[in-house]
């Protein structure tokens, strides 16, 4: 442990907070809330044998760590929700892709409001409902209920700001709309629909249907027959809708019944939303954790990370195991939903059937998706067999390696070589290049100078060559690779070339190339290992440049050596962001004085103005 560390832990407050454990490149790894941070944070470091292999790995990557006081545990327990979901910590239990649901948006801020779907929630007065896991059902149910209310779909201002008459478009004419926007419709008509849509999206069907009932029997006693007849068909509609649900929870009350499975470091957590005793509708998530992560904890981070977002909380919460935190948990959820939110764990009875059922459903998408993950395998291997087939080679070509050039002009040359095993990438054997012995613009022998480096190194190492080499390019390309193979005692090496014009497969010793169908596998492979060899080197040439840049507008600086360069550089990113960097940013720079701040400043705003002058 570091002397920062030591000092850090000495210092700790006893108040609530969330803690922030941090590895050596400042990245946060964990994220994580507690009642007394001193007592909390000190006890990760105390005892180390005694904890468990999750919070061993943590403790030996964490090098430093940051705290955030709050007035109560409360607030505690929702900033780390929310931290969470911003960071996605490494050792954290992850909502995998929570951010991406959709919502359904009321704009209730509007005089005549429409129905939206959205990405986020803000806090922008309107009325929102979510999040859908199942966005066509989602898509259904908008069309559902703006049809049968007659909501407006359009994107019109109304009324419009400058008073300019709008005309009704075909919806008002195959009675979908009301006609708001050439004022056929009363904005209290239209917010009555309105009301009615918020109802049925809160799980209130049986209150709407009696609402509707007791309007349909008014507008009946005043002999408005046409506008009694149109709430019928609403009230039979939404019947119709309620008698589809498949399970009656008895109660009329509002629940989410929750439940999980798990296998290695996937989980998948389902949710029934019964709404006034009826089941409406089914959530599916996915979590990532560590494989030895105990499930209480998997499921109460669902629990913090789900309802951080959740609109509108319904009375009653069923989970399958006790939680911790589960009194704090209750307090939070009942002040934002501003009513009691009881949490309960069945043990016997209809509940624990729900619960059972969900549980059930939660097991079966989880074997769904490691059947899917299964399958993938397999189709990867398919592919390498049938690139075997396509190419006539003797073995099942499991290793493959692809090699691309990339430079603009004559300057800032760069070649790749991305290796795939068994149709999938392995990054550890991905390779970058600096052309360094070819002058001008020649594209065989930059091929060739990063044949003879790589295989070079694979001859000193003593390992052989891999199943497959790819060239990016035809014939010409593919002969300088052969003649460089065979000086370095390759000669028996696999090596084709895969020109990009009309994915033509050009082989040694062979005039013709080879054509495969669009639909085959092997090409399809072939392919993606070309694009990423492609992206690959497109990727370390932006780099190279970038560096170069740099190099070339503070080279002749005095003060400016290597060190701080790269100083700047791993700071910023890159020469744009440094000439964009503010004095004060500058001087901000670890290792960077304040009159050698002042002097990169200086010369970069010259060159920035000098080069938006030029033309």
Not at 315 to 333: K, R, S
Not at 477 to 501: C, D, H, M, P
Request: a positive charge; proline letters at 4%; aromatic letters at 8%.
């Amino acid at each position: 442990m570091n002397q920062g560390l030591k000092l850090k832990l000495e210092n700790l407050p006893d108040t609530p907070g969330v803690y922030l454990f941090k590895n050596k490149a400042g990245q946060i790894i964990y994220i994580g809330k507690a009642k007394n941070l001193r007592h909390r944070v000190r006890s990760y470091f105390n005892s180390p044998h005694s904890h468990d292999r999750k919070t061993s790995r943590l403790i030996a990557a964490a090098s430093d760590f940051d705290l955030i006081v709050t007035d109560s545990e409360i607030e505690a327990l929702i900033l780390e929700a929310n931290l969470v979901k911003e960071h996605h910590p490494r050792y954290n239990i992850n909502l995998k892709d929570d951010k991406h649901f959709p919502y359904i948006k009321v704009t209730t801020r509007e005089p005549f409001p429409r129905l939206l779907v959205v990405r986020r929630l803000e806090k922008d007065g309107s009325r929102y409902f979510g999040p859908y896991t199942n966005s066509k059902s989602m898509r259904r149910t908008i069309t559902f209920l703006s049809r049968l209310f007659k909501i407006r779909t359009c994107h019109l201002t109304i009324p419009h700001p400058s008073g300019k008459v709008q005309k009704v478009c075909l919806d008002f004419h195959i009675g979908r709309c009301g006609g708001p926007c050439e004022n056929l419709q009363s904005q209290e008509d239209y917010s009555r629909n309105i009301d009615s849509v918020i109802m049925f999206l809160m799980g209130r069907s049986e209150a709407l249907i009696k609402e509707l009932s007791a309007r349909m029997e008014k507008s009946s006693k005043r002999m408005q027959f046409e506008q009694a007849a149109q709430i019928r068909d609403q009230i039979e509609a939404l019947t119709n809708m309620r008698q589809k649900q498949k399970v009656d929870a008895g109660q009329a009350v509002n629940r989410d019944i929750i439940a999980f499975a798990r296998e290695g470091s996937l989980t998948i957590v389902v949710i029934f939303q019964i709404r006034d005793g009826i089941l409406i509708g089914r959530q599916d998530f996915q979590l990532i954790s560590e494989v030895d992560e105990i499930d209480v904890e998997v499921i109460s981070a669902f629990i913090r990370q789900y309802y951080t977002d959740q609109p509108n909380l319904p009375e009653e919460l069923y989970f399958p195991v006790a939680v911790p935190d589960e009194e704090l948990i209750g307090q939070w959820l009942s002040t934002a939903a501003g009513q009691k939110v009881k949490i309960h764990t069945p043990q016997k009875g209809e509940k624990l059937r729900l619960v059972d059922m969900a549980a059930q459903n939660a097991r079966l998408l989880l074997d769904e998706i490691l059947i899917q993950r299964k399958q993938f395998k397999e189709r990867t291997s398919k592919a390498v067999q049938a690139l075997k087939e396509n190419l006539g080679l003797a073995d099942s070509p499991l290793t493959i390696a692809c090699v691309d050039i990339s430079n603009l002009g004559e300057s800032d040359a760069v070649g790749s070589l991305v290796f795939f095993d068994n149709g999938k990438p392995k990054k550890s054997e991905y390779r970058h290049f600096r052309i360094k012995g070819v002058k001008g613009q020649d594209d065989f022998a930059m091929m060739r100078e990063i044949i003879g480096r790589y295989f070079f190194r694979l001859n000193e190492e003593k390992r052989t060559g891999t199943d497959l080499l790819v060239v990016d390019g035809g014939k010409g390309q593919l002969s300088s690779v052969i003649r460089e193979l065979q000086s370095l005692g390759f000669e028996n090496q696999t090596v084709i070339g895969l020109a990009k014009k009309f994915e033509e497969i050009y082989f040694p010793n062979r005039s013709e190339p080879l054509t495969l169908p669009k639909s085959s596998p092997g090409l399809g492979l072939l392919k993606r290992i070309r694009d990423e060899a492609h992206r690959f080197a497109i990727e370390y040439n932006r780099k190279v440049r970038s560096q170069r840049t740099l190099k070339s507008s503070l080279d002749y600086l005095k003060g400016i050596g290597p060190k701080r360069r790269q100083l700047l550089l791993t700071h910023f990113g890159s020469l744009d962001r440094i000439r964009l960097a503010s004095l004060e940013e500058l001087s901000a720079v670890k290792g960077m004085p304040q009159n050698i701040a002042k002097l990169v400043f200086d010369t970069l705003h010259v060159t920035k103005k000098s080069d938006n002058s030029v033309g």
